[in-house]
């Protein structure tokens, strides 16, 4: 199992991919608990961590606000940031490289809540929108996946999940649902009928205990059997 460190590794690989050089992720156990009790990981300028925790920034980022109440990703850029206060939150950040961005909500089923921002110092046309537009749903995938892989480091006292064992077609097939194929185009990839296809998801989603293919994805990214670093295969 990935322990903090190389977890953090990996999610700061993956945004480098995707075109974010700096990534936050934090979580607290419930929407109500103090943001500074939080698990965060983040490449962000140290500098900036300090002075956004020490002046109790996420109270007053728009960002946090929005993923409280929401669902839905907030892409951000310098309209966001209405208002005197969050203006100059915004113009600060601005100096450690932090002009744009997308930051996902993440709501547990257990009521957990926290967010995964992604920021870059690209600037806000045309270019950076469709970017954005272009990864989102890359990003939702490893909002899950950081959500599902996560979670053991807050509840460091829980037993460890024991691993079912997939096939080697069970695998494969896996990994071509995590790069968003179809059963129909998984059939022809792999050289079999799609029946069998459904077959073999059929199994993984048995072995998960979960009821649909995305669900399998995840909990098989959180229990390290394929990563999204293998989707662009």
């Not at 007053?60 to 966001?80: A, F, K, M, N, R």
């Not at 807050?154 to 691993?163: K, Y």
Request: glycine fraction near 8%; include cysteine; charge should be neutral.
């Amino acid at each position: 199992m990935q322990d903090p460190g190389t977890w953090s590794q990996l999610l700061f690989g993956l945004a480098r991919q995707l075109g974010f050089d700096q990534v936050l992720y934090g979580m607290v156990g419930s929407r109500h608990a103090q943001f500074e009790r939080a698990f965060l990981r983040s490449n962000y300028s140290s500098a900036w961590r300090e002075r956004y925790d020490a002046e109790r920034l996420a109270y007053v980022d728009p960002t946090v606000g929005h993923c409280l109440s929401s669902t839905l990703p907030i892409v951000w850029e310098p309209d966001t940031f209405g208002g005197k206060e969050r203006r100059a939150l915004y113009e600060e950040a601005c100096a450690y490289g932090i002009r744009t961005g997308v930051t996902l909500p993440v709501h547990g089923p257990n009521g957990e809540f926290g967010v995964l921002s992604f920021a870059s110092d690209a600037p806000a046309n045309q270019d950076f929108k469709r970017s954005i537009i272009d990864v989102m749903p890359t990003l939702t995938l490893v909002r899950d996946y950081a959500f599902a892989s996560a979670s053991r480091f807050m509840n460091d006292g829980a037993g460890h999940e024991l691993v079912p064992r997939l096939t080697r077609r069970e695998l494969e097939v896996l990994n071509w649902v995590m790069a968003g194929k179809s059963s129909w185009e998984i059939s022809k990839i792999t050289n079999c009928s799609e029946a069998t296809v459904n077959f073999h998801l059929a199994n993984v989603r048995q072995k998960f205990n979960v009821n649909t293919r995305q669900q399998a994805v995840v909990k098989a990214i959180a229990l390290g059997l394929i990563s999204p670093e293998d989707r662009h295969r």
